[in-house]
């Protein structure tokens, strides 16, 4: 199986730059996709392809892939920012999800 | 606007049986792979199984494998997930998602607001 490795939790003032890796064999030869889901809620794609965001996603989104980690960053970090963070790829015919960051704006 | 709304979850008994639904509108449902997603209380999200958009290709996680089956009905824009023998551990919520294209693979770019699955005695 392919596993995907998130850091637990991150934490960041508002204002600054917050880094979530993703880590995973070789995964810069794979498309990672990154989600965002609040409490209570369903979860949001943010990233897909790496670097692509859907429509409604601000600017402040963007992703890297290379090597064996991919790597949301989410720029001038607002409170409302605040959630969990999953990544995924497409592995054979599975589906591995990340284990999740919980992102603190502190 | 792309709706996803999931239905049939509950409480069941260990061993038991379930079917999940999940209406789909605002999109050619036929056109694209559709997913099913879950996430046990308090934990992360783990992929159940996805069917494309023809149900020509079904593919499933090891730990489902078997005991639940994915399917669909394209004439009347619905997904199923007839989840039998089911445990304790399957305990969840229940998303249904939708694929980028017909074929399984890539992103989900609209999620259900899921459905709750209770497997205790």
């Known amino acids: 199986s392919y596993v995907l490795t998130q850091p637990p939790s991150v934490s960041v003032a508002p204002g600054q730059t917050a880094r979530i890796t993703c880590g995973g064999d070789n995964i810069g030869r794979k498309s990672v996709h990154w989600y965002q889901q609040k409490p209570g809620q369903a979860p949001v794609l943010v990233i897909y392809d790496e670097h692509n965001r859907p429509s409604g996603i601000p600017e402040r989104f963007s992703g890297s892939n290379s090597g064996n980690t991919a790597t949301l960053t989410i720029s001038r970090v607002e409170v409302g920012d605040e959630a969990d963070y999953f990544c995924?790829?497409?592995?054979?015919?599975?589906?591995?999800f990340g284990g999740g960051t919980k992102m603190t704006v502190l | 606007e792309v709706q996803l709304l999931e239905s049939g979850g509950g409480l069941v008994q260990p061993g038991g049986s379930l079917r999940l639904s999940c209406a789909a509108s605002?999109?050619?449902?036929?056109?694209?792979?559709m997913s099913w997603v879950r996430q046990a209380p308090g934990k992360g999200l783990e992929w159940v199984s996805a069917?494309?958009?023809?149900?020509?290709?079904?593919d499933y996680a090891d730990s489902v494998r078997g005991r639940f089956t994915n399917s669909r009905d394209n004439s009347k824009n619905t997904l199923y997930l007839q989840m039998n023998t089911l445990r304790v551990e399957d305990t969840a919520i229940y998303y249904c998602?939708?694929?980028?294209?017909?074929?399984?693979?890539?992103?989900?770019?609209?999620w259900g607001q899921g459905t709750l699955v209770t497997v205790s005695s």
């Open positions: 998602a939708k694929g980028w294209a017909e074929y399984n693979s890539g992103r989900f770019d609209y």
């Open positions: 069917i494309s958009g023809s149900s020509g290709t079904i």
């Open positions: 995924q790829v497409w592995h054979s015919t599975t589906v591995p």
């Open positions: 605002g999109f050619t449902f036929s056109n694209y792979a």
